[in-house]
């Protein structure tokens, strides 16, 4: 128990990648069984998750489990990790949507194994950004998880669609949308590894709590340059490579691609889980290492933001292709996160920044929630009809009555019905950027409008108006187990609607030691 | 008298070559189990040298020295620091894991490998010569049989030009590298060729900054710098694959070492002098190097090319003198050594059943070979400097020398990895997934046995030195800052 509690991270993290390596050595034509050790092997680290969000302090500033390790001592980086409040909110997110993801991926069919192995491994490395306090592991675990998802949604995306490239040279859908995933990302991590690169040179550590410090206490020239150049510069570089994550806009045009073409597990964990690495790097790193950079041009990432509420909202509506919907969607609500970001790196220590940021990091978790549910719901239509597209559906509520309740139930907590956990959220980063940035806030509210707009036209093309009769008797009824898949979410949206006190608590005692 | 283990290293492989010689040539399988476990001795007893090596007390250990003409100075003086030692470990696992690949050679096996284990021992020599004379009598004894055979077992279409190719610009830049040396022979006043002895020489700084161009040239030939790289790639495509394997994994690295070892250990301030139009020259080499691999279509030259890039990174990391520049360098030409060499026993296995590189033709080849699609993207990974895996390892450090010296250097090194990511993910998906051609369908065996042995070994090792760098960094530390002493009095 003692040795639990001591190395409580490191197992969290590394159980995955165990069980993983047990499937490695599964034969591959036992589908059923790969299935099920990858399922109840990814319950261990939610199980552990569970209890560390329960022995967690909340009232203690600073890491907890703190677990420090020689790794690459020649340049100054260990194996750092410990958790805080806001990484205690993702390490249970994580936790949770892995295991429901593979629950959902038991209707793959074709190469299961590496399947699992692979969404197992994914696992590793996105836990291991939010639980890592050394730079160079964290930048380690962020490129890390690049791998998994880009085979996922390669070999396992959608198998339809084809796009153009150079040269008139057409490709599949998914091929495109990986390709364009990786390198994307990839490429605005340049800027990251390359000002992690510089700041080791000049602090001598990658150690985070140290970094901090010492980045932060430096003055006067660097490389020849004003440290304010300097610094300006690494700033940018940082927000980039978190800003083409999270999505901000303009930096989003991934993500249409990957998340429709990825299967659905995988655009659940994308979604989820993935999107929140960007915020989390925000969060972890540039206000921490950026003060007054982040102060300074907190109107223009507020800027971006209310722009990806609005364009996100907008294109939202505009789709026919029920995943692209749900897709552009998250640009909408990851806009939210920036919004309520911008504003307490502008206002940094009042009390509106801290519930700008109660409600950024609250965002993250439910929107990972609702996200994760949308795709899901959107993949289960599709296996039945194997068509996303909203005008080939019509009244099917009557046919699909179960489904339909689930699905209305999980655009109202996407839309932010008072009452479900979308609401809160949203509202406690509209109450938090009011004052700070009241002419960004007033127009999101635009972008809030048009979230209705699409959720409903989501839900009514589907479920409501007249019935199509071509599906009649060709469309059954969502399953136990796609329903399992759901009730934790649902559980939870509607829990942290009604009392969001428990997961809140801990994120505000965090945020308000924060600056 | 400690127990010779260098010696015999170093012998062990032209042991057995003499003794494969005496195997009549028809009992092929009998070569090849001879060959194996000399191959297999010489890597066990490498990776005791490797483990037993004490980084805490660093400096050169195994020493061992024995009068060889002294009349001239010349001994057979031989040790391994902290750099030395992961090479040759290197040499070992790739000489294991090419006699594995070379199983299905039958065109005269036994030539084959008696040359190739002539090759090895010239290769160990260098790693652990400590005497000048030393270093290129073995430099010599590696060259040579590359001729024989690439011309002989190589690539039928180029395998003629690119053996004579390679052949005179190595001894070329041996011979200008041993005017340098003997420059420094006669200079020294010592009358010795001892590297110990020459390091305490005390060159005067004009006489370093003549000389060094030609010795750290005459190296660097072999190390494929920019613009005398040429010799590279068409070396790589024409060679049979077990040495390709050699001569990227090994081979290039002994160019690097030995510049290192004879041009900046032993003319420091001709190095401090020179360094900034060499790391310009080797920045070409990643950037540019990067560039050409992307644009082939023949597979292996993709990899020949991508060589270039990496190489371009191991001399950069030298030039730029700093404590991280050299302990990037030392690591990334061991890993880029085990990484390169994966690459090529893969496009070995693929075109011995395609019987073509290129790559518009190949496809889906993930089917046939799961194994061996698992392991190339491994190699891509670590190609493309994937943190997790050694590339990473490697290349961090190499680009924290670059800041320390010039920040705008390291920003354009690293557009190559973005270069080399995009051109890594399209050979992949070209070759391995996808459709496979109709002509294929049915036709492609998945590889053998031992061909999966040598892949894992290969794997293994890249994914424990990234996840874990604590079983290589302070070894290559160690040695590191030997080096650093040499250059501290400049």
Sequence with gaps: MNFIANNLLTLILFIPTLVAGVLVFLPSQEKKLIRWVAFLGSLIPLALAIFLWINFNRGQAGFQFEEHFVWYAAINSTYHLGVDGLSLTMVLLTTLLTPVSILASYSIEDRVKPYMILFLLLETGMLGVFLSLDLLLFFVFWEIGLVPMYFLINQWGSEKGEREIWGGRKIQARTYASFKFMIYTMGGSLGLLLATQMLG?????????????????LSGALFGLPIGTVKAIAFWAFVVAFAIKVPVWPFHTWLPDAHTEAPTAGSMILAGVLLKLGAYGFLRLVLPLYPEEARFYAGALAFLATMAIIFGAFASYGQDDFKRLVAYSSVNHMGFVVLGIAAAAFAAGTEDAVIALNGAVLQMFNHGISAAGMFFLVGVIYERTH????????????????????LMFTAMASLGLPGLNGFISEFLVVRGAWPIFTVYTALSMLGLLFTGAYILKGIKKTLHGPLNEAWMGRISEINLREIIVMAPLLVLMLWIGVWPAWILDVINRAMAMFF | MQFPILSIIVFTPITAAVLLQLIPSERMTEIRVTALAAAFFAMFLSAWVYFSYDAGAGGYQFVEKYDW????????????????APLVLLTGVVMFTGVLISWGIDDRPREFFTFLFILATGVFGVFVALDLFGLFFFYEIAVFPMYLLIAIWGWKVTREYAAMKLTLYLFIGSVIALVGGLAMYFASGLNTFDMLALENANFSREFQIFWFPFVF?????LGGIFPFHNWSPDGHVAAPTAVSMFHAGVLMKLGAFAALRVGIMLLPEGAQFHLPWIILLALVNVVYGAYIAMVQT?????????????????????????????????????????????????VGMVYDRAHTREIPELGGFARAMPLVAVAFIIGGLVSMGMPGFSGF?????????????????????????????????????SVFFGDMPEQFVGHIGDVTALDKVALVVLCVIMVSVGVYPSVMVPIVESGVNGVLALLGGV
């Design chain 1, 201 to 217: 040179v000049v602090a001598g550590t990658f150690d985070m709590p140290l970094l901090f410090e010492r980045w932060t206490a």
């Design chain 1, 387 to 406: 068509t996303r597209d909203l005008n080939d559906f019509g009244g099917l509520f009557p046919l699909i009555p179960v489904y339909g309740g689930i």
């Design chain 2, 69 to 84: 003409l002294p009349v001239l100075g010349i001994s057979y003086h031989v040790g391994v620091d902290g750099i030395s």
């Design chain 2, 217 to 221: 040239f005459g190296f660097a030939v």
């Design chain 2, 298 to 346: 023949d597979f292996k030259y993709v990899i020949g090319f991508s060589s270039v890039s990496h190489m371009g990174l191991v001399m950069i990391g030298f030039a730029t003198l700093t404590r991280e520049g050299f302990i990037g360098a030392g690591v990334q030409m061991f890993s880029h050594g085990i990484m390169t060499a994966l690459f090529f026993a893969v």
């Design chain 2, 393 to 429: 390892i490697a290349e961090f450090p190499i680009f924290m020398g670059l800041w320390n010296y010039r920040p705008w250097i390291a920003i354009v090194a690293a557009i190559s990895i973005v270069i080399t990511a995009s051109y890594i993910i399209r050979i992949i998906g």
